[in-house]
């Protein structure tokens, strides 16, 4: 019978995406089936998975489920499964998986600057073949599969495949109505009344948006106030380098202004300078900020931990958001048991799991719609597939170049503490992407 060893207990529901392409993800919610057999060495008995899911997570909890569908299908396996955190995967991989230490499948961030960059560098699986004989290919939606996809530059959307998603993800406004019902404050359905709506809760003493600038939360609300501004066009010239991206244009310097304002009126505490995204989550559970801007990944935690009334919705005033298709799993070169590896990457992808992962409070990519029965659930889905049909979405600030993300961490530390000015801000910005920006 196999066994689950969790070899730590932090939990991290708090992550971060890097890397696709300007595709919409519609289409996400996808028929789903699995089969086919997989390559690779090792014993055949022994599985291990690394991912950075909590467990009371809807990816955490559909993939525990997985675990259990994966015992049941191989008896005498044992899978060892430590639970990383995000930061600690994301600084740490080359080295691990360049050595023989390497798990034998990991949950890791698509994009340029992650799995793009391992897949050129040789650390990770051609999993082409694979996922034409298991048919992940056709599970899959195009827009979906994009970021599955790396050419030998690292740059995704063509070429051969190095990851699979198995859920979608966007971000949102989470409201606290309890506290809109309290202090008297209309909850905002506009970009006018969100601000009326701070401006009210900053008057009576309570700062209005749980925020932490030692991780993505901070650059993420500068990064939806420049898509706030921005179109398409701008999209594809920032993330997939289809034109010149000026960091003192009109988007990107509303951005870098308004923050730095929101900081200076107490919308956002300095105090969250040093913070990281599980702080700020807490924080909103318990009740002390009204408003929290982050993603569909927060979604089930939220609904099984914050005891208050709450809502959910997308930024108002704006054709474009952050998201894509979810993190990938991807198969280690030096992997021993990439059998079963392939064989983990189905289940998560059966109907099962895929149902389970959406009635938990997932966004699944091969599920069927009309088993996600739980109300909530379905407003998220709804919403993604809003997103979706609008062409709205559009990936994450760190996604284009390799080490952007510490540089907007950093950045935007300083734009918190007034230790930079937002023209500062926006001449390192365009520094350190110019320096990264490939050869095209």
């Not at 730590?8 to 995406?17: G, I, V």
């Not at 009326?196 to 749980?210: E, Q, S, V, Y």
């Not at 969250?272 to 801007?293: C, M, N, R, Y």
Request: hydrophobic letters at 40%; proline letters at 4%.
């Amino acid at each position: 019978m196999l066994t689950v060893r969790r070899r730590t207990a932090r939990r991290r529901t708090a992550r971060r995406a890097t890397a696709c392409t300007a595709v919409a993800l519609s289409g996400a919610l996808l028929l789903g089936g699995c089969g086919g057999s997989g390559s690779g060495s090792g014993d055949a008995h022994t599985l291990r998975l690394w991912h950075y899911e909590g467990p009371d997570s809807a990816m955490g909890v559909a993939w525990n489920a997985a675990i259990k569908e994966f015992e049941a299908q191989h008896p005498g396996v044992k899978v060892e499964f430590e639970e990383k955190g995000f930061e600690q995967i994301q600084k740490t991989a080359p080295m691990v998986l360049n050595s023989s230490d390497a798990p034998d499948l990991m949950e890791y961030n698509k994009g340029n600057a992650t799995t793009g960059q391992l897949s050129e560098q040789g650390l990770l699986t051609d999993l082409t073949a694979e996922a034409g004989r298991r048919g992940w290919d056709k599970k899959l939606s195009a827009a979906v599969r994009t970021t599955s996809r790396y050419d030998t530059n690292g740059v995704m959307g063509s070429g051969n495949w190095y990851g699979v998603p198995d859920y979608a993800e966007y971000t949102m406004v989470f409201y606290n109505k309890d506290l809109f019902t309290k202090y008297q404050v209309a909850q905002p359905t506009s970009f006018a009344e969100l601000t009326a709506a701070m401006d009210a809760f900053t008057r009576k003493g309570i700062t209005p948006l749980a925020n932490a600038g030692a991780e993505y939360m901070a650059q993420q609300y500068l990064y939806q106030l420049a898509l706030s501004k921005a179109d398409r066009s701008w999209v594809d010239a920032y993330q997939l380098y289809r034109g010149k991206t000026d960091f003192h244009d009109a988007a990107w310097t509303y951005a870098a202004r308004t923050f730095a304002d929101w900081v200076k009126k107490g919308y956002l505490s300095r105090k969250t300078t040093s913070a990281k995204a599980e702080d700020a989550g807490v924080s909103w559970i318990q009740g002390k900020a009204p408003i929290l801007f982050s993603g569909s990944w927060w979604y089930g935690r939220f609904r099984s931990e914050a005891n208050f009334a709450w809502d959910s919705g997308l930024w108002p005033g704006s054709k474009l958001t952050l998201g894509s298709g979810g993190n990938l799993w991807v198969v280690p070169k030096n992997a021993r048991n990439k059998q079963l590896a392939y064989d983990f990457i189905d289940i998560t992808l059966s109907k099962k799991i895929q149902n389970l992962l959406g009635n938990q409070g997932g966004i699944p990519v091969a599920a069927d719609p009309s088993a996600i029965t739980d109300p909530r659930s379905q407003l998220l889905i709804d919403n993604f597939r809003t997103l979706s049909a609008r062409d709205g979405l559009a990936f994450y600030p760190d996604w284009p170049v390799n080490g952007f993300y510490d540089v907007l961490v950093s950045e935007t530390q300083k734009l918190m503490t007034g230790g930079a000015t937002p023209d500062a801000y926006l001449d390192a910005l365009q520094q350190a992407y110019d320096k990264g920006v490939p050869q095209r």
